[in-house]
């Protein structure tokens, strides 16, 4: 089905199907509660003042209340030590009343963000940041999976959108998305089953490569990277930047730029992710999922 006629028509709606999948968790929520048991429990830590960061974190609590979770918001400033913030997440691990939590990041930088993650229980890491959660997602032994990668795995296969043995070309190779959403994506999680190339900064003929994919992921957290000519008509494209650029006509200032050139794309693309309204919102639900199955024991029992 490639040139759409209508811009709209094909878009991929992440913000519905995450509410789709809230309504769910609520549902299961309330099954809790009738049999006299106790809701789950989602912590976040939050260091500084980022403004990204600060709605982020916002969204993940609103998105808690809806589903009926119990949450928790730990603020603490940016000169806060390494020491200390360690302190807090030997805190939260020993918390029997916490299922999970988080510790957003980015992290100021006298701060080692691979410190802070491993020092979070794997049974309570939700973001499945934990190099124990990451090493049995690559073995394909049950894990917490990681957010946005497990989410755009959820958001397809909620569309109806094929992808075994699709071509899918991911370009970005952070720890957070590129990385993970490559492995998620080989395997036969929810019928994924692509053959997949992974791209990053030192690809060489990186349009020829991407021009090759029935399904585009772009995390390269470089806005309208992915332009018209690397996108073969009819493709599948999965746009998971959210970078934040000054906008005066906003009434928030800014406004939200996704990796994908979106006025040139759209037209040529089978099905696309809105930039805001795709992968963000499917990352919270997920996020959501994870902290019920970390309540529930279903990856490490209690
Ligand atoms: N420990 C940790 N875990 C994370 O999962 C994590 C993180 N740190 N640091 C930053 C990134 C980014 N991220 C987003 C989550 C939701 C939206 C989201 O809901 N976006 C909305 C728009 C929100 C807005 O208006 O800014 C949308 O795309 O529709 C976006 C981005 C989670 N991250």
């Known amino acids: 089905m490639p040139h759409s006629e209508n811009a709209t028509a094909h ?40 403004g990204g960061s600060e709605t982020y974190v916002r969204n993940k609590v609103l998105a808690c209340e809806r589903v009926g979770y119990a949450s928790t918001l730990l603020r603490f400033d940016d000169d806060i030590t390494e020491a200390e913030l360690l302190a807090q997440v030997a805190a939260l691990n020993e918390n029997a009343d916490i299922d999970g939590f988080i510790v957003q990041l980015p992290l100021p930088k006298h701060i080692d963000p691979e410190k802070v993650i491993e020092a979070i229980r794997p049974e309570k890491d939700v973001d499945g940041f934990h190099p124990m959660n990451l090493g049995r997602m690559v073995a394909g032994l049950p894990a917490l999976l990681p957010a946005t990668p497990s989410g755009i ?26 990385t993970p959403v490559s492995i ?50 009819g493709a599948i494209v999965i746009d998971v930047g959210t970078t934040r650029v000054t906008d005066a006509n906003k009434k928030s200032g800014y406004s939200l730029k996704g990796d994908v050139n979106f006025a040139e794309v759209a037209p040529l693309a089978a099905r696309i992710t809105p930039v805001p309204g795709g992968v963000g919102p499917m990352t919270i639900a997920m996020l959501l999922l994870n902290t019920l199955r970390a309540a529930k024991g279903e990856v490490y029992p209690k």
């Open 11 to 50: 878009l991929i709606d992440g913000k519905q199907t995450a509410e789709d999948i809230k309504v769910e968790i609520a549902a299961e929520v309330a099954h809790l509660l009738a049999a006299g048991q106790k809701v789950p429990h989602l912590a976040a830590i939050l260091v500084g003042h980022d």
């Open 184 to 233: 998620l994506l080989a395997k036969n999680l929810e019928n994924a089953n692509c053959t997949v190339t992974l791209c990053h900064s030192r690809t060489q003929n990186l349009p020829e490569i991407v021009r090759q994919a029935d399904i585009i992921v772009a995390a390269i957290g470089r806005p309208e990277f992915v332009t018209a000519d690397m996108v073969k008509p």
């Open 153 to 178: 795995v959820e958001l397809m296969a909620r569309q109806g959108i094929k992808t075994s043995g699709k071509h899918c070309v991911v370009i970005g190779r952070s720890n957070i998305v590129g």
